[in-house]
């Protein structure tokens, strides 16, 4: 899981290097590979995220009871929701703006709500309602001034970087994971296959005439980020169980276990420590990827350093 989480912030890292520093952002090919990659890698850190709820609740409530657990999402929510503010200061936007972390923060605090009712009739219930909505194709907005409780709600559920409405059905998915096929064994070949038939789908609804709705997460573009994926899985599994491949796995693995200060660090360097050097979007392709090259490099040797000061701190 932590490999999965790895991949995820990895492709999320990849679209912000041309996002905040490269010049010409719409004619470069750049861009648009980095913006897909980006907008398929969300999903994957919601669906991990409502896995991660599942089996967190699993874990706690046992021996902390179902108040103690909804304390303890509820402190990680409160932390995610500050360091969600902080980006927001960092892209030079309002405070009121949601952000790929608020979406997460309010979708685990929503999931743990969920968890704690113990109704399957509930959850199917939500997640059919996430989907119908989802096909819907809402209208998403950048920003809302709210100036009544049904502004407030739109504010919730239809605005900002990754709509709560239109994002949470991965969270959804991802728990249902944890709840239904805990213990359930499969062989991971079917993994590229079952990722190749949501692709198709994908296809096919384009075909039939849906718009893609990257922003509103319609039925193309649902089934394309469910077949990256499994996709993704696939990877992550296959560097896991394979020698040659202990290396890679460690290394997603070391930034999966540190994918949030690693996302804050790079919003700051990229994008304020960026605009206030004057590089924010003024770089060519070449020294733009070098810039990734190198924050993915520094990044991973930080990341080693900090694991093996941690391991010799246990040792004394």
Known sequence: MD??????IILMLFEHAPLFLLANRTLSPLMSYSYFFSRVSTPLFLLIAGYCLWLSGERRVPSA????????????????????????????RSLLFLNVLHTIGLSLLFLSLLYVSGSVGGYFL??????FYCFLYPPVFPEVFVRSPGGVLIWLMA??????????VYALLG????????????????????GLALVCASLLCLAIGYPIGAWNSGPPFLFAALGFAL????????????????????????????SLPVYIVNMFLFSFAGG???????????????????????????????ESRGRAGKKN
Do not use: Q
Request: proline share 2%; charged share 15%; glycine share 10%.
């Open 175 to 194: 728990f249902g994971v944890g709840r239904i096929l805990t213990g359930v064994r499969f062989p991971a070949e079917w993994l590229p296959h079952a």
């Open 3 to 8: 490999a999965l989480r790895g991949i995820a």
């Open 231 to 258: 996709w993704a899985f696939y990877v992550a599994t296959f560097l896991c169980g394979h020698r040659r491949g202990a290396f890679f796995a460690g290394a997603l693995a070391s930034f999966g276990r540190h």
């Open 126 to 131: 939500t997640l059919c309602s996430a989907l």
């Open 65 to 92: 009871g179902k108040a103690g657990f909804l304390r303890h999402v509820l402190r990680r929510v409160l932390l995610i929701f500050l360091l969600g503010f902080l980006v927001d200061f960092f892209t030079f």
């Open 159 to 168: 605005s900002g970087e990754y709509p709560l409405g239109s994002w949470m």
């Open 276 to 306: 206030l050097a004057g590089l924010k979007n003024s770089l060519d392709s070449a020294r733009v990827l070098a810039a990734f090259v190198l924050f993915v490099c520094l990044s991973y040797a930080a990341i080693r350093w900090i």
